[in-house]
């Protein structure tokens, strides 16, 4: 960029239900802006991010690494989205998560088993959940995983190795063009424009290699690479319930969570918002099913091919996501606090992708709008446990947990992003269980991670059964990296995944463990640089010895790269019998996730 230029963009954190003006402008002049080199960008502090960046820092503290983050808080769907009541796998506590996600999880706990007002049955237990919730067996305050992670990054910031911009967006970026001894053009990122939303100052970023670890892959346009966006074709993916033409704007639902606490005999009504009218009469506003205290069996009222018509088991909808239980603060908390995220404040229909910064704004207010809607609702209208009244009045929003004047996330909670046109797509007759008889997914000879979540689609299928049952899964290092750039890595939800694996791919310790992945994938390209080696290292010379290198660090980091369901990464056998696999020592049981199935000499 070699002329003044004048950028319009969205400052998301600022965006009002109501009269927002949240579209920011800024002047740049290529000839006056502030350069500052670093090894590493990464761009985006949800989940992703933040692991590669600890996973750069931890394998060699004097790289010299940028974060860039939109929003004033780090910690992306765990925290600026609200979503602390964590979205996991069943076998989350000893295994199915990354050591150092294990580690985040772990002193968040000793957080609260610390507080003097924590019963003390509660303190002795090593798996406290604050909040117990059904949904998750960890659920807490955003602000309390906020303190934990300023903690494991402030040791970096002291050497001056770590930089961390908040409130920073990628204005814009320069990209040259090299040739490959194949002829084959690729892209080199040279360096990135940012926008301080607060101050209005510019500056230029320099740097060897970019992570993409944005929540919308905001990264993909700016320097041209190749990404996929909404529904996939039938004819792209082979996918049984892909649709015979895919649609760019069939993004996943987004949402603005809430909290929630209560007060019987006191009266919290909000005004009723604009458009409670219209999504009333759309049928938006529901418990679907679910009572607020009562647990009980019935019939799943839900069409049938969303899944209803069967028998089910109804929990109650107030223990959903709650994040704390008074129960166990030994009367110290006057009430339970619940986040709310559910299907009845999920927007859409209404993708943000790619849009003009007015339609964003718009369609983002619409979205807060439709959070306090179902909030007025439960208020007035939701039919009572107790009585034939409706409403429960005694509902308050709370101002503090998520750190807004209005109540409600800092940023909507992302399901779905661009995601990259990779070297591997990720389909659903790689993980989906009725494609794989075995007791796991699809193998990937360059498996970098392992994840576990059902195919989860909030939105339009637009075949029906889309939303289905996975088999315990892993993320191939061909999913990060596409052919077209050189030095470009994905890390959050914006994998070469399909619109339909993407439901299963987008949860937080999955997203962690591709941060992991990225970062020591972004060290090792940095060491080897000088002996010709890329971000993008499949199909050079070196691949299979640089993949080896790549999968045995991450083991010994203690990030799975093959499902164990007895020893995970605490296990003292840990980096012992995931080496064993990948050299091919031990081949796994195709009918068990245990080591010992496959191989007894190693034990457990």
């Not at 995220?341 to 964003?360: C, F, S, T």
């Not at 970062?519 to 499949?538: C, D, F, P, W, Y």
Request: with cysteine; glycine share 8%; aromatic share 8%.
């Amino acid at each position: 960029m070699t002329e003044a230029k004048t950028y319009r963009v969205l400052d998301v954190e600022s965006v009002q239900a109501e009269n927002s003006q949240a579209i920011r402008q800024f002047q740049v002049d290529a000839a006056t802006l502030r350069q500052e080199t670093y090894d590493i960008a990464i761009i985006g502090g949800g989940m992703g991010g933040l692991a590669a960046a600890l996973t750069i820092l931890r394998l060699n503290a004097n790289s010299k690494v940028l974060l860039v983050e939109e929003t004033s808080w780090l910690g992306g769907q765990m925290t600026s989205q609200g979503v602390s009541a964590l979205d996991e796998n069943k076998y989350i506590e000893s295994t199915g998560g990354c050591a150092s996600y294990m580690e985040l999880r772990r002193q968040i706990r000793e957080y609260y088993q610390n507080l003097p007002e924590l019963c003390p049955q509660a303190k002795e237990d090593p798996l406290l959940h604050p909040g117990l919730s059904w949904v998750t067996r960890l659920s807490f305050e955003p602000k309390v995983a906020i303190d934990i992670i300023d903690e494991l990054f402030e040791p970096f910031l002291g050497t001056g190795n770590l930089q961390i911009k908040k409130r920073t967006l990628v204005l814009d970026a320069q990209v040259s063009k090299e040739r490959q001894p194949e002829e084959n053009e690729t892209c080199t990122i040279d360096s990135i424009i940012l926008g301080d939303l607060d101050s209005g100052a510019v500056s230029l970023a320099k740097a060897r290699i970019f992570i993409d670890a944005s929540e919308l892959g905001d990264l993909f346009p700016l320097v041209g690479a190749p990404y996929r966006l909404g529904s996939d074709s039938k004819s792209e993916t082979g996918e049984a319930h892909a649709p015979e033409q895919g649609d760019s704007d069939n993004v996943q639902d987004f949402t603005y969570p809430f909290v929630l606490t209560r007060h019987p005999l006191q009266d919290h009504t909000i005004a009723k918002p604009n458009d409670y009218d219209r999504f009333l009469a759309e049928g938006k506003f529901s418990l679907f099913g679910f009572k607020i205290d009562e647990e009980y069996d019935d019939i799943d009222p839900r069409p049938p091919e969303q899944g209803g018509g069967k028998a089910k088991h109804f929990l109650p909808f107030w223990t959903y996501r709650r994040l704390l239980a008074a129960q166990l603060f030994s009367g110290k908390l006057e009430s339970d606090v619940s986040m709310i995220n559910w299907d009845a404040n999920d927007l859409r229909g209404y993708n943000i992708i790619d849009k003009e910064p007015e339609v964003k704004q718009d369609y983002l207010a619409l979205a807060k709008r439709l959070s306090l809607g179902f909030l007025y609702w439960l208020q007035t209208e939701a039919a009572r446990d107790d009585s034939e009244k409706r409403g429960y009045p005694e509902f308050k929003l709370d101002l503090d947990v998520l750190g807004t004047k209005d109540g409600l996330s800092k940023y909507p909670y992302i399901r779905e992003s661009r995601r990259l046109k990779a070297r591997t797509l990720i389909v659903e007759q790689d993980i989906a269980a009725t494609e794989n008889s075995d007791c796991r997914a699809r193998n990937f000879a360059d498996t970098v991670g392992i994840g576990l979540y059902p195919i989860d689609i909030h939105g339009r299928q637009e075949v029906p059964g889309a939303g289905q049952e996975a088999r315990p899964f892993q993320i191939p290092y061909g999913s990060l990296v596409c052919a077209s750039h050189s030095n470009l890595i994905a890390a959050a939800k914006n994998t070469g995944v399909s619109h339909i694996t993407n439901g299963a791919y987008r949860l937080h310790p999955i997203e962690w463990a591709t941060g992991v992945a990225a970062g020591a994938a972004a060290v090792l390209t940095l060491k080897e640089q000088s002996n010709g080696l890329s971000i993008n290292m499949i199909g050079m010379p070196n691949y299979q010895s640089q993949l080896l290198q790549l999968q045995q660090t991450l083991i010994e980091l203690g990030s799975p790269l093959f499902w164990l369901d007895d020893i995970g990464p605490s296990h003292p056998r840990f980096v012992e019998a995931q080496k064993a696999i990948l050299t091919g020592e031990v081949t796994l049981s195709s009918a068990s996730l245990s080591f010992a199935a496959a191989h007894q000499g190693l034990g457990t």
